[in-house]
C-alpha cells in the first residue's frame, strides 16, 4: 500500500506564491509519473501539470508561466511552486502518482491520489 501526504494549501491574495508537496511512501520500487489536479466547486476535476520520471513537464494552458511542476526522486516527493495566483486558481488541489510496486512476485503499476489540500486566491 502507498501513502501520499499533501501539504502547503492555504489562504493567499491575488497575486501572491504558494508551494504545494506531496510525498508518497509505502510499498514503492519506482515512481512514473507525478501531478497536480485541482477541482473547484461544481466544477469537475482538471490537470494543473504533471511530471515524467525523466524530467518532461505538461502544463493547463491556464497555468503556464506561473505554476512549476518538480520532484525530488530521492524523496519520492513532488511539488507545486505556485506563483502571480489569481482567484480562479481557488481549488481543491489534488496529487496523482503512478507508483510501480512488488505484489505477488511481479511489478505492478497502480496509481494513487492524495487527500487534497485547499487553495484560496482572495481578490
Known amino acids: 500500500q502507498v501513502q501520499l501526504v499533501e501539504s502547503g494549501g492555504g489562504l493567499v491574495q491575488a497575486g501572491g506564491s504558494l508551494r504545494l508537496s506531496c510525498a508518497a511512501s509505502?510499498?514503492?520500487?519506482?515512481?512514473?509519473?507525478m501531478g497536480w489536479y485541482r477541482q473547484a466547486p461544481g466544477k469537475q476535476r482538471e490537470l494543473v501539470a504533471s511530471i515524467t520520471s525523466g524530467g518532461s513537464t505538461n502544463y493547463a494552458d491556464s497555468v503556464k508561466g506561473r505554476f512549476t511542476i518538480s520532484r525530488d526522486n530521492a524523496k519520492n516527493t513532488v511539488y507545486l511552486q505556485m506563483s502571480s495566483l489569481k482567484p480562479e486558481d481557488t481549488a481543491v488541489y489534488y496529487c496523482?502518482?503512478?507508483?510501480?510496486?512488488?505484489?505477488?512476485?511481479?511489478?505492478?503499476?497502480?496509481?494513487?491520489w492524495g487527500q487534497g489540500t485547499q487553495v484560496t486566491v482572495s481578490s
Open positions: 509505502g510499498s514503492i520500487f519506482s515512481i512514473n509519473d
Open positions: 496523482n502518482v503512478e507508483v510501480l510496486s512488488w505484489l505477488l512476485l511481479k511489478l505492478r503499476v497502480n496509481e494513487y
